[in-house]
């Protein structure tokens, strides 16, 4: 049976939230969590099945921050409903950069006069790589320690975490300023499919861990449109690769 236990920390900000959160993902017995900052309590809710206070308040005190208390749990019916409604809307920011992408790149072919796939697809992995760089260097440290959560060469590797947003900060610019398409796109192949690997796995066995692809700034909860996410890159690279 789900449980749901709720704490009072002090975890005062996003940053500290993105710093527990690969220790609170990786507590196998807590399936769902959420800090709320916002409340004087920094109400810290967890769900799963067999979970304890002890396994909570260990997960937390190894990220370097404290629980404070533990406060009157809420009914599971409602916890759950709770959950459900967090992670429902936590895509928005996922979906919004999109859109916004979609947008830049389509009013470039605007003014270009016509629409030329290649160009068009060009400067929507331009665009994609450097922003959602952006977002991961706005966090390193989390972004790194979310990722090795479930990326395959993170894993061993910690410190890939830290050198695979300049990598695609890299192919980003090289996208944009159209050099070296080949390497480029044959680059992209290879990153972006090692990465779809660990999505892979983590999915298969059901994981309930947040997604790195926007970094450490949004609580996006892995699902099939992370997965997507990679196959659209995977599958624009190696169109880019025959055509050129």
């Not at 809710?45 to 997960?59: C, L, N, P, Q, R």
């Not at 009914?75 to 979906?95: M, N, R």
């Not at 068009?120 to 790194?144: C, E, P």
């Not at 990326?151 to 590797?157: P, T, Y």
Request: glycine share 6%.
């Amino acid at each position: 049976m789900t449980q749901t236990l709720r704490f009072r920390t002090n975890l005062n900000c996003n940053s500290c939230v993105a710093g527990v959160r690969p220790y609170l993902d990786g507590e196998p017995t807590i399936s769902r969590w959420d800090v709320d900052i916002a409340r004087s309590e920094k109400t810290l809710t967890v769900e799963g099945d067999s979970i304890t206070a002890e396994a909570v308040k260990s997960a937390v005190d190894k990220a370097g921050f404290k629980v404070l208390g533990e406060m009157p749990s809420a009914s599971p019916t409602a916890g759950h409903d709770l959950t459900e409604s967090e992670e429902q809307s936590s895509y928005f920011p996922l979906f919004l950069v999109t859109v916004f992408l979609i947008g830049v790149v389509a009013l470039v072919e605007v003014r270009a006069g016509s629409l030329v796939w290649e160009r068009a697809m060009q400067n929507f992995m331009g665009a994609f790589f450097l922003t959602f760089a952006f977002f991961k260097l706005l966090n390193l440290r989390g972004f790194a320690d979310s990722y090795r959560m479930y990326d395959v060469v993170a894993k061993r590797l910690p410190a890939y975490g830290y050198v695979y947003p300049f990598i695609e900060l890299a192919l980003g610019m090289a996208y944009v300023a159209g050099i070296f398409p080949v390497a480029t796109n044959a680059a992209t192949l290879v990153v972006m499919s090692i990465s779809s690997v660990g999505v892979i796995e983590s999915l298969l066995a059901k994981r309930k861990i947040r997604c790195a692809c926007l970094g450490a700034v949004f609580n996006l909860p892995m699902s099939t449109l992370t997965l997507v996410e990679d196959v659209l890159m995977i599958a624009m690279a190696a169109v880019m690769l025959g055509m050129g």
